[in-house]
């Protein structure tokens, strides 16, 4: 089955660095999403993109938060300015369409840690 | 407003016996409910969806859900447990009235050990 890939699995930065986080969807999806799951909680849905814009952003996504596809391969989250409490697992995923109950391919996500 | 419970934290099981992992959930509106799966340095992975079609779903790898509307539930299940069965297990609901991946709502998980 193809994969969704996240790259680096583990990141470790200062706070106030900027991160960036990699992702590589599947080829012929179309519609990207970013979510993240801090340390015994939820996960929660971040960000959707599609047609090289964001569709859909939660309360969570804020202006230290942006997407890229800065190719046709790459799905990037950038966080300008780490806090403590952005540390959390970072997961991508994508998918073919975005009619709703549509079938998310997920990749195995990025643990970033903010110290 | 729309949100899952799983019950348990984490479930352990002899390899062969049966496998029970709880949601239950919480929706305005018709929902959509998935199990993902996710085990050690993988995706998230899709086992099984309800859409509104037949109340008890199979999925992948011989797991099964039934969703129960009285009870709110949509509990997976399993006959005999198998040893690549160990991971972690979400429930998800997604918004009946705004399906869509910005609207799903994902359970705490539970980490299924199996003991050979």
């Known amino acids: 089955e193809p994969e969704v890939t996240q790259t680096p699995s583990h990141q470790v930065t200062q706070m106030g660095q900027e991160v960036i986080l990699r992702c590589v969807p599947i080829?012929?999806?179309?519609?990207f999403y970013w979510y993240r799951q801090i340390l015994g909680q939820k996960v929660e849905f971040l960000v959707s993109f599609y047609n090289n814009e964001i569709s859909e952003k939660s309360e969570i996504f804020d202006d230290q938060f942006s997407v890229e596809r800065p190719d046709g391969s790459n799905f990037t989250l950038k966080i300008r300015s780490t806090k403590l409490e952005d540390s959390a697992m970072y997961f991508c995923?994508?998918?073919?369409?975005?009619?709703?109950?549509?079938?998310?391919?997920f990749g195995s996500g990025t643990q970033l840690s903010v110290l | 407003a729309q949100s899952v419970t799983q019950l348990d934290s984490h479930v352990s099981v002899s390899e062969g016996t049966p496998v029970l992992l709880r949601c239950n959930y919480s929706s305005s509106y018709s929902p959509s409910l998935f199990w993902y799966v996710q085990h050690p340095n993988k995706g998230l992975q899709l086992l099984l969806k309800?859409?509104?079609?037949?109340?008890l779903v199979k999925g992948i790898n011989g797991f099964e859900a039934e969703f129960k509307k009285s009870e709110t539930s949509f509990h997976l299940t399993k006959p005999s447990a198998h040893m690549s069965d160990a991971a972690e297990y979400f429930c998800?609901?997604?918004?009946?009235?705004?399906?869509?991946?910005?609207?799903?709502?994902f359970g705490t998980g539970t980490r299924l050990t199996v003991i050979p």
């Open positions: 309800y859409t509104s079609a037949a109340t």
């Open positions: 995923a994508s998918s073919d369409r975005g009619s709703g109950n549509e079938k998310l391919f």
């Open positions: 998800v609901v997604s918004d009946g009235r705004n399906p869509g991946a910005n609207n799903l709502f």
């Open positions: 080829s012929n999806h179309l519609y």
